[in-house]
């Protein structure tokens, strides 16, 4: 999946233009996953925080505790010192801990979440969460849940833990009309030593888990055509997480099957920008609806208009860009109420300055849904009750890190995806009951 946050609360969060997986024809993405999906100028904020933060310090972890579930992995080979680090590790860190082959160094060693960084977020900073719109403690509440559930399921292994907590929208002007969502993203960050106490490296790699209420992963906004009141997106994946693209969903394939045969129940797996999403609905399907090509066309006359507005471009262009519009809905006048399809993944208004049909397959017969969030939805979102939940965590390819492997093997094989779900949709079956990892 794609690109991990910190991106937006996951989810949206929430979910950066990460939306997508695609080694073929088709979107690409590249960078972290964010609350909502393709958001890369809270990546951006967030890796600045990360860089002014590196100054923050924990110190060494000491004799490290054996995890109830320890992860099965194979470490990656690294030497005894931390590259990055400000000088070698002193003995204490480098003693193996019980139940982690060769964990003779920072990177292939379990942390404790006593050693996390400081708490951020736009609903954890505490100037930041007075200032959020929609932070409630109801909604605080549930994120100290998810925390909770992270941490009783994951030690943390080659990487010092920092929670973000994040509630979107969390200001009034607040450019996309998401439902409200919040969560939690666990952001794993390589360690280095420096003056004689654990901390991050200056540049870290990060690894992610995110639990995400109301949130969806892999989404690419129809920016041009969106308003503060209606908000347009595609997808790789249908409602059923289904891959479109034959090609990626061939090589997605093994791994999904591995994530359906170990989670322990029937939900909907998708991947998105390096990230498998375990998304948790009470009728299993993702809670979007398909735009008409009417539809699509509706939002498309006014969106160029606005971004003339906005960000003029030459006469001709403008002007090609509104006929091309009216040349769509005559040539789909007789389907404007089937759904929409469109060639480019980004559905903007360049997508018609063009020959081609705006809603027919590109060279490589591909095309993509453009979907839209039901008023129902937001309204529910409203509530201080998730509507739904999205889990997302690394996947783990042939070169993973130890650190990714650990994480991939907590979520897929302890994480207790069934509470969870009973939790929401049949809370009677668990009332009295707490989580506990499988």
Partial sequence: MGVLSSR???????????????????????????LFGSIVDQVKSKVRDKVNDAVNQVPAPPAVPQPKNPPQYTPDVVSDTVAGAAEPLPASATAIPVGVPGGAD????????????PTHGNAGLPEYARANINNTPARQKWIDTFDSWIRKTYTPLGGVPQPFRNIYPDKVDYKDYFPIAYGMEEVL????????????????????????????????PAW??????????????????????????????????????????????????????????????????????GEALDIADPGIRRQQAYEPRPPEVYAERLAGVQDMRARHAGELNAPAWVREFQYLDQSFSTSYDVFGPDEHGLKWPVYRFEPETYAAAKTDTPQWIIIAFPVVRENASARDRGIYAAMVDHFNYAYVRDLLFNPERVKGVAYTPR
């Fill in 8 to 34: 937006k609360l996951c989810f949206v969060a929430l979910g950066v233009a990460l939306g997508t997986v695609s080694l073929g024809a088709g979107p690409t993405a590249a960078g972290a996953q964010g």
């Fill in 106 to 117: 920072l990177k292939t060693r379990l942390f404790s979440w006593s050693d996390a960084l």
């Fill in 189 to 220: 960050q390589d360690p280095a030593i420096k003056n004689g106490k654990v901390t991050r490296s200056a540049i870290p790699s990060l690894s992610h888990i995110f639990i995400t209420a109301n949130g969806l992963y892999g989404m690419e």
């Fill in 224 to 293: 041009t055509f969106n308003t503060p009141s209606q908000f347009a997106f595609t997808m790789t994946v249908d409602r059923d997480g289904r891959e479109l693209n034959p090609q990626e969903r061939a090589k997605q394939a093994a791994l999904l099957a591995d994530v359906h045969r170990r989670i322990g129940i029937d939900a909907t797996v998708y991947m998105t920008a390096g990230y498998v999403n375990v998304l948790l609905t009470r009728d299993g399907r993702l809670p979007i609806r398909q735009l008409t090509i």
